[in-house]
């Protein structure tokens, strides 16, 4: 089972480790939380994980933190959905948070969209920007999926592959730092795990290994 600690999954997300503790709040706490509430110390699950790609992403793209605490809140009770940012894909623009109406009634079409931060309101709506770096289950729902840096890069997080480490045709980011800081050069990595040199340098630079000047700088 894929278990992420609160640094990785900063890193990952490209956030503070203080932000994401703040997004999942604590039990009894009197703050309202972004996500799940945790025990303090207690690792991530693959689908909080994902939640907090999700809400890294929102917030990127300008989303405002009380509109995905509405949208969670609302999709909590109504779906009765334990982590629903990692269940169901989700559009926006920028403001609020739309869904394909059809992930709930098939025949809605693919222009019908509910507003989850607005109450489950419905629209029209032609062209919303989707969360690109995640793959769904059936175009819909799980996020099965994470392309942790970007679609230009084939680093993915799969709960399916090395039990959730970020990899690159099914090798392990770190496997490639390791080779690299035993003294193997770019060529031979890639040759023996069967990949492009563009990979291995993308591995490399993605555990922070400096290729350049093959230093390896402290985190």
């Known amino acids: 089972m894929a278990n992420y600690r609160i640094r990785e999954a900063a890193r990952y997300a490209k956030l503070s480790p203080q932000t994401v503790a703040k997004w999942h709040g604590k039990p009894g706490g009197n703050r309202k939380s972004t996500l799940s509430t945790k025990e303090k110390g207690a690792a991530l699950s693959y689908l909080q994980l994902i939640e907090v790609a999700v809400v890294a992403s929102f917030r990127q793209a300008g989303v405002r933190l009380n509109k995905i605490e509405a949208a969670r809140e609302y999709l909590a009770k109504q779906l009765e959905a334990e982590f629903p940012f990692a269940a169901y894909r ?94 193997e050069s770019v060529d031979d990595i890639a040759e023996d795990f069967g990949v492009a040199n563009t990979d291995v340098i993308a591995a490399l630079r993605f555990e922070g290994v400096d290729v350049e000047t093959r230093r390896q700088p402290r985190h």
């Open 90 to 183: 989700f559009k926006t623009d920028g403001k609020d948070l739309w869904m394909d109406y059809a992930q709930f009634e098939a025949d809605a079409g693919d222009k019908t969209l509910l507003a989850a931060s607005q109450g489950g309101q419905l629209a029209w709506g032609d062209i919303i920007g989707r969360l690109h770096e995640f793959d769904y289950e059936n175009d819909h729902g799980l996020a099965i999926r994470w392309h942790v840096a970007g679609r230009d890069e084939n680093i993915i997080i799969d709960p399916r592959i090395q039990f959730g480490s970020p990899s690159i045709e099914g090798v392990a980011t770190w496997a490639f730092a390791g080779r690299w800081e035993a003294g």
